[in-house]
T-cell receptor, first 112, second 110 residues
Framework: KQEVTQIPAALSVPEGENLVLNCSFT??????LQWFRQDPGKGLTSLLLIQSSQREQTSGRLNASLDKSSGRSTLYIAASQPGDSATYLC???????????FGAGTQVVVTP | SQTIHQWPATLVQPVGSPLSLECTVEGTSNPNLYWYRQAAGRGLQLLFYSVGIGQISSEVPQNLSASRPQDRQFILSSKKLLLSDSGFYLC?????????FGNGTRLTVT
């Protein structure tokens, strides 16, 4: 069974610093890896999806990498801003039915 | 563009009362639909998923059930709520795309 782990559980950085969020998964047979953002009391917003054949995906200040062989994905957020404060979750898609296995998330606080 | 609607946003229900949460998707057809639950301090747990009308798969045995009466409508129900049913319920859809979530329903069972 796929297990997804995110470490650390919480992270606090000053504004302007680059953020590095880690995600590891136990089964390398994935279709894709997705990153989401969740604001308090809200649903999840899709940030990036990396297909299993890709090594990375970029959107604005966000860059996500994928290393299937080592079972790891990393989300980089450049020049963090207070508005980046949220919980970030990764999820592995290892099922043809599109069911995702989620990590518990990393809660990020960016201080002004 | 596609949108997903989920309601109500918050709900407080006594133990033993019934439950009905509804989710609808607009702007696409034949989506895969999912119900997740997020308990306080825990990750997302997949409860049910559906790949078509009337097709429901349950991931976790529990006090809940789901139905899909129309292509873009997904309903989560319970006949008698338990305290342990409290949580944040999220509906989601996808069709050869990233998973898209609704805004969730905060359910408190008292």
């Amino acid at each position: 069974k796929q297990e997804v782990t995110q470490i650390p559980a919480a992270l606090s950085v000053p504004e302007g610093e680059n953020l590095v969020l880690n995600c590891s998964f136990t089964d390398s047979a994935i279709y894709n890896l997705q990153w989401f953002r969740q604001d308090p009391g809200k649903g999840l917003t899709s940030l990036l999806l990396i297909q299993s054949s890709q090594r990375e995906q970029t959107s604005g200040r966000l860059n996500a990498s994928l290393d299937k062989s080592s079972g790891r994905s990393t989300l980089y957020i450049a020049a963090s801003q207070p508005g980046d404060s949220a919980t970030y979750l990764c999820a592995a898609d290892t099922d043809s039915w599109g069911k995702l296995q989620f990590g518990a998330g990393t809660q990020v606080v960016v201080t002004p | 563009s596609q949108t997903i609607h989920q309601w109500p946003a918050t709900l407080v229900q006594p133990v033993g009362s019934p439950l009905s949460l509804e989710c609808t998707v607009e702007g696409t057809s034949n989506p895969n639909l999912y119900w997740y639950r997020q308990a306080a301090g825990r990750g997302l747990q997949l409860l049910f998923y559906s790949v078509g009308i009337g097709q429901i798969s349950s991931e976790v045995p529990q006090n809940l059930s789901a139905s899909r009466p129309q292509d873009r409508q997904f309903i989560l129900s319970s006949k008698k709520l338990l305290l342990s049913d409290s949580g944040f319920y999220l509906c989601a859809w996808r069709r050869n795309s990233p998973l898209h979530f609704g805004n969730g329903t905060r359910l408190t069972v008292t």
